[in-house]
């Protein structure tokens, strides 16, 4: 079956520029993830998404990231008023159920470069 | 504050060789430990896992060995193949959390 879907691939924008970055999850996935990955750096976690409840935005680094995910589906991610160290892999994963030892099944990533 | 920490930053084996991968912890309320692999390109897929309440698990070529006592736990890939050349990373989660904590990555590359 499908997995994870991203878009775009890949996103270069201008410092300041508003992006989205979206996330199609596994069917009836009821949990969903983003991710930040940097060169050399781990996967920073930045919000996670668990059926009708409210997000845990705790990760975000900056009111300038926000996430909604709609219908319990598809997600966006939007930075706004980009900073070129807002350059990163932007990943998105789901999971059946969201518990401990749930697998999270990743997408392929956006690669934002901000100039 | 990094909860945990993996080793070596990158690692060059030569096929048929073995490959470790080490990573320690601080917290000692981790209760699940999986390992990812990255090929460019894709995102992380997990590749294996495992709970202190054993001391290895084994699937295929893959091996976790796990010390509790020394809060460490190391990836084994036997009989390494170029097609193992990713980036591995190994993440910890307690319970009550959906969230993993990930060290930094290893790149692995497997020379032919």
């Known amino acids: 079956g499908a997995g994870v879907s991203q878009s775009p691939s890949n996103k270069v924008t201008e410092k300041g520029k508003d992006v989205e970055l979206r996330c199609d999850p596994i069917?009836?996935?009821?949990?969903l993830y983003w991710y930040r990955q940097s060169l050399g750096q781990g996967l920073e976690f930045l919000i996670y998404?668990?059926?009708?409840?409210?997000?845990?935005k705790s990760g975000l680094p900056s009111d300038r990231f926000s996430a909604e995910r709609t219908g319990g589906s598809v997600s966006t991610l939007t930075i706004q008023r980009t900073q070129q160290e807002d350059s990163a892999v932007y990943l998105c994963?789901?999971?059946?159920?969201?518990?401990?030892?749930?697998?999270?099944?990743f997408g392929p990533g956006t690669r934002l470069t901000v100039l | 504050q990094q909860q945990v920490k993996q080793s070596p930053q990158s690692l060059i084996v030569q096929k048929g060789g073995i490959s470790i991968i080490n990573c320690a912890y601080e917290?000692?309320?981790?209760?699940?430990f999986p390992w990812y692999q990255q090929f460019p390109g894709k995102g992380p897929a997990l590749l294996i896992a495992?709970?202190?309440?054993?001391s290895e698990k084994k699937e295929g070529r893959f091996t976790i060995s796990f010390n509790k006592s020394a809060k460490q736990f190391s990836l084994h890939i036997m009989d390494s193949q170029p097609g193992d050349s990713a980036t591995y990373f190994c993440?910890?989660?307690?319970?009550?959390?959906?969230?993993?904590?990930f060290g930094r990555g290893t790149s692995l590359i497997v020379h032919p």
């Open positions: 998404f668990q059926g009708n409840s409210a997000p845990d």
């Open positions: 994963a789901s999971s059946y159920g969201g518990g401990n030892t749930d697998t999270q099944y």
């Open positions: 495992i709970r202190p309440d054993v």
């Open positions: 993440a910890a989660r307690f319970g009550g959390s959906y969230i993993p904590t």
């Open positions: 069917s009836g996935h009821t949990a």
């Open positions: 917290n000692t309320a981790f209760d699940y």
